[in-house]
Every structure is written in C-alpha cells, then in structure tokens.
C-alpha cells in the first residue's frame, strides 16, 4: 500500500451500515474516509482535495448510470481515480480503456477485492503524477545555472569595484605623502642657507 497511509477517499455511499463498513475497513488501512450520502451533499460541505473517489450509484433497487455522468462533468471529482459501486457492469472494456482511473466493482462485492482495487488506482494514480513532474523539472532546473551565473558575475563586479575604491584610496594617500615630502625638501635648503653666515669664521 504505497499511497494508503497518505491518501484521502472520498465515499459516497446512501447505505449508511454499508458506508460505515466500508470506512472503518479503510480507516483501518490507514487511509482518511471523507462520507457522504450523495452528491448533493458536496455542495452543504466543503472538503479538502481526495484522492480517490468510491461512488455508489445504486438509486433505491436500480443503479443510476447519471450520477457517474454527473461525477464526470465536475469541476474536480473527474480528474480522479473512482471505484463505482454498481448491480451491473457500467464501465465497458471500451471505456475502460480509455478512461485507465474508473474501475467498477458489482455488487455484492468483497472487501478484499475493494481495498485491493483502490491500492491499485492509487499506484496507477501515483504513476501518472511522477512523469508529469519529471517533464516538468527541466523546466525549473534550467533555470539554476541563469541563477548561479547572475550571482557570481555580481559578486565579482562587486569584488572588482572594491579593489578599485581600496586601489584609489592607497593612490591618495601616495600622492599625499609625496606631496608632504617634496613640500618640505625647499624649506630645509632655505634654513641651512640662513644659518650658513652666521656661523662664518670672519666674523669671529
């Protein structure tokens, strides 16, 4: 049971003993039951996204074909995998073939063959979502070298124009300290000059 311990069904069954039977057997398998008696009542409650779907389209002693259209037509119940509980086979070899996420169980029906059915549409379910994730990833993964250039060309701008700033602030302070030290050769010549004569012997 791959899914089981994660996944949510979502049953819809009129027979309340039979709903309960049914909920406990999949709650015991670790999965989370979400119960209703009928379609209706999706729209007096609001639910969180299943996983699968059991549909029971028994109406009184008959099987109502409708109610599998009108699960079909919805917004987001026919994009998932649904085990129709029937009297009678709804689901021809033609259909299922095209639609791989409907299996049909009849009634009376062992719970063994029900659980073994929603394991293996959760599996195919699962199937399905891994590739289309996988086509999907390129996609976002090409975008990470872009990324990863960006950022060290911004670092090594970043880097450079440091260099620069700490270059230009040791060339002020070069031009500083020549300028100090040419600026004070003159004045020491012109105070020896001064000094010179008074210090000459002729005036001794």
């Not at 970043?158 to 030290?181: E, F, H, K, N, R």
Request: charged share 20%; hydrophobic share 50%; with cysteine.
């Amino acid at each position: 049971m791959p899914r089981g311990t994660s996944s949510t069904v979502l049953l819809i069954e009129p027979d309340m003993s039979l709903r309960r039977l049914i909920a406990l057997g999949l709650e015991h398998r670790g999965m989370r039951v979400i119960e209703m008696n009928s379609l209706a009542a999706l729209a007096d409650q609001p639910i969180e996204d299943p996983d699968l779907l059991v549909l029971d389209i028994e109406n009184g002693c008959h099987d109502d074909p409708a109610l599998l259209a009108a699960v079909e037509t919805h917004p987001y119940l026919a994009k998932l995998p649904i085990v129709v509980l029937a009297w009678e086979q709804v689901l021809p070899a033609a259909r299922g073939a095209s639609l791989p996420l409907r299996e049909c169980l009849a009634k009376p029906f062992d719970a063994r063959a029900l659980h073994a059915t929603i394991e293996n549409l959760l599996e195919t379910s699962a199937a399905i979502e891994i590739p289309a994730r996988q086509v999907l990833a390129p996609t976002s993964a090409g975008l990470s070298p872009l990324v990863t250039a960006a950022g060290l060309l911004l670092t090594v701008i970043g880097l450079m124009l440091q260099l620069m700033v700490a270059g230009a602030g040791l060339l002020v302070v070069l031009i500083g300290l020549l300028w100090w030290t040419l600026g004070k050769r003159p004045e020491q010549k012109i105070l020896l000059g001064e000094i010179g004569p008074a210090y000459s012997p002729s005036l001794r």
